[in-house]
């Protein structure tokens, strides 16, 4: 019994850290397609969504069965319910990295932002890769030193978003309102799909440690 | 066991139904500080977020408890599964209500809101405590009618969310960047605190029927 546990719960780990890998190539794609205004690659991005939304009802599935089959108990049962909890989280991330996707198509040909921001939007889709990474790889390694370095990242990125809104709020903003709309959302998105790559990072430290670390998205 | 367990998970629904009907609460006194740009009621929902934290915690205890101690199988295990999903729905939705409060708090003693939208605010705000009320009476019910009306809710929600943003890109905007970049995240605070709530009746459906409805911000 324990070694098909370990085995199942080894492989929903796995599937749940290629579910975040996805997540963040998605946001890759979807940063990329929003900078150059490329409308093959927003559609692209947006087709995958269907893939992503298989594997998600894979994971709730595959945790469903290792309840059912397995009844595990202890620190074993707590794994699985953080797999359930896990699972929202990359289910979000992706969903986060369509909308982006999303804006790059509704604004096409024009380019959704202002050039003046470009660089911000580049710098927060290389985190939001990094903290995929990161997330793909704290699933499959459980250590909780890689855990805490996606809060650093994740520091990174509210440093980008208020720089961003400081921006935005400044009387030398010159775009007009319909840009600040989008650029708005858009930060939002990066800045949510990184709070839920740090919340995977939580459910495994508090796996490992049996201590939860604050909730990101609750002191903003 | 199976009398324990149906105290308990009638208890885990209650616990999970007072919180929503709380956060729709917390969105009600959230508005009102908003359109009143009433400092003290922003600050007593801020203040209350605590409270909602603590019932978040016990209510993940007690869907973990009742998985150790009484071992659910079959529609019994899918309840208390749904029970650990709907627990961070319900977190969402404080959360939301909390970020409205803090917008409010953030200008003061100025008002957030241009008045020509305050009737579009008031409005969300009045759906969004109906949905947190829906959202209480179908968790307490398991009423899939009930559950369904929630979608009708969710419909007006987008409808008003849609209006704000053809006002917001409208050239006859004229009260400048700020103010729209706050409109645009209260907006979206809205329209996820909906989503939510559709997302606890879409689970209550699972239940129920065995069918899950499409995902409402994946749509978006």
């Known amino acids: 019994m324990r070694v098909i546990y370990n085995e199942r719960m080894a492989d929903l780990a796995h599937l749940l850290g290629e579910m975040a890998g996805l997540a963040g190539s998605a946001m890759d794609r979807a940063t990329q397609a929003l900078l150059q205004a490329d409308l093959p690659l927003a559609e692209q991005v947006i087709s995958e969504g269907d893939r992503i939304a298989e594997m998600i009802a894979d994971a709730e599935e595959k945790s469903f069965a290792l309840l059912a089959t397995q009844a595990p108990v202890a620190g074993d ?3 699985v319910v953080s797999a ?5 989280d990359v289910n979000r991330m992706g969903t986060l990295a369509l909308h982006v996707a999303k804006v790059a198509r509704r ?6 932002l202002p050039e003046a921001v470009n660089g911000y939007f580049a710098e927060m ?3 939001a890769v990094s903290m995929g990474q990161g997330a793909k790889e704290v699933l499959e390694s459980r250590d909780p030193e890689r855990a805490a370095q996606l809060n650093q990242d994740d520091e990174a990125m ?4 208020r720089h961003l809104f400081t921006l935005l709020m400044d009387r030398e903003w010159k775009y007009g309102v319909a840009p600040a709309v989008d650029v708005t959302l858009l930060g939002r998105y990066y800045e949510r799909f990184a709070d839920h790559a740090v919340e995977i990072g939580r459910r495994v430290i508090f796996l490992v440690t049996g201590e939860l670390p604050p909730d990101a998205d609750a002191e903003s």
């Open 84 to 88: 359930i909890q896990i699972v929202n």
């Open 77 to 79: 049962l707590r794994q």
């Open 125 to 127: 889709g290389r985190i």
């Open 107 to 112: 604004r096409h040909p024009n380019h959704a």
């Open 158 to 161: 509210d440093d980008l978003h």
